[in-house]
């Protein structure tokens, strides 16, 4: 809400208070729909709750200019590599948006998403960032307003994002993407997952450009891998809404296995898919654009969930991260 009693945008006076916003949002992974998604079949975008990024965002005077604390760089905003190009864009598109290009801001980015891993980073940062510094100003962006910000630095980030990433980081329940049409999926139980990096980084462009050549070469047969990898996002879809976790597992396994014949799998997914499945993992898939990145595990509970974080990292999982969605503690 804006503040009707003194000017949000005007600059700080030097030694008067200074206004600090904060903004969190998460990760997220696709449950079922990589790939065959950009052939137009639906996907299920899952949120990681627990895997986030916190954006602390305090507004300064003029004179001592825009500065981000991060990981991947800290100092003045306007000498920014162009690793952090989005996050730049994601403080300097919202000052506009506010009206307050002249303003000054501090950022501090706290992210524990890993990038290049499928979990929507740039996303998720930009998400946190653009609210943060709304709120700086005593602002409170809109669902549509804090989107096309965020969409905005996907741009930058990705060329031409889809907004399934902008859709996920923010959601508290899973998301149904389909023609660009986005609607929550309504949970029937609680479900419990285990996401595992490989330590590899994902080769999303890669491997949609191999399966982009492969549809050309032969479209009939790709189509139906792609025709099927939809049927299982509907069929998961019910699985969600009717709480059954033995038949979402059952989706899980069969679109890991159709990915592995798209070849957007590799040695090292399929090595903690197995791994998972041992451990009893009621579905486990590569999840994302494959050849690198993570796999997502479906467990029965948090217990069951340690155990098979415990065996994906004894088959050379890097890290695991637990999320529960449906219920939170």
């Known amino acids: 809400m804006t503040n009707h009693d003194t000017d949000s945008t005007a600059t700080p006076r030097a030694g008067t208070p200074l206004r600090t ?47 981000l604390e991060s990981t991947v760089h800290t100092g003045p905003l ?39 891993r499928g979990m929507g980073s740039s996303a998720a940062v930009a998400a946190a960032v653009t609210a943060a510094v709304a709120d700086a100003f005593g602002r409170t962006l809109g669902p549509e307003e804090h989107h ?55 080769h999303t462009r890669e491997a949609v450009a191999a399966v982009r050549e492969r549809h050309d070469a032969d479209p009939a047969s790709v189509g139906a891998v792609v025709g099927a990898i939809g049927d299982l996002a509907r069929r998961a879809r019910g699985t969600l809404e009717d709480g059954d976790a033995q038949a979402l597992g059952a989706t899980m396994d069969a679109a890991h296995e159709l990915l592995t014949e ?10 903690l898919v197995v791994a998972a499945r041992r451990a009893d993992a009621l579905g486990a898939k590569l999840t994302g654009g494959g050849r690198g990145g993570c796999v997502l595990a479906l467990v029965a509970d948090g217990e069951h969930a340690d ?22 503690a």
């Open 21 to 67: 916003g904060s903004a969190s949002s998460h990760g997220k992974t696709i449950l079922i729909g990589e790939h065959a998604v950009v052939y137009g079949v639906p996907a299920l975008v899952l949120p990681v709750l627990d895997v986030r990024v916190t954006a602390t965002v305090t507004r300064v005077a003029s004179d001592d200019g825009s500065r």
């Open 78 to 116: 306007d000498t920014a590599p162009a690793a952090v190009l989005p996050t730049v864009t994601a403080v300097t598109a919202t000052l506009r948006h506010l009206g307050a290009e002249e303003q000054h801001v501090h950022v501090r980015v706290d992210s524990a998403v890993p990038t290049a």
């Open 148 to 202: 096309e910000l965020v969409q905005e630095c996907e741009r930058v980030a990705h060329g031409r994002p889809s907004g399934l990433d902008a859709r996920g980081v923010v959601a508290e329940v899973p998301v149904w993407f389909e023609g660009g049409v986005v609607e929550p999926v309504p949970l029937g139980a609680v479900f419990t997952f285990v996401v595992a990096d490989t330590g590899v980084p994902g």
């Open 262 to 271: 798209l070849d957007v799998s590799s040695a090292d997914l399929d090595r």
């Open 307 to 328: 155990r098979v974080s415990a065996a994906l990292r004894a088959a050379g999982a890097t890290e695991t991260w637990t999320t529960t969605i449906g219920a939170r």
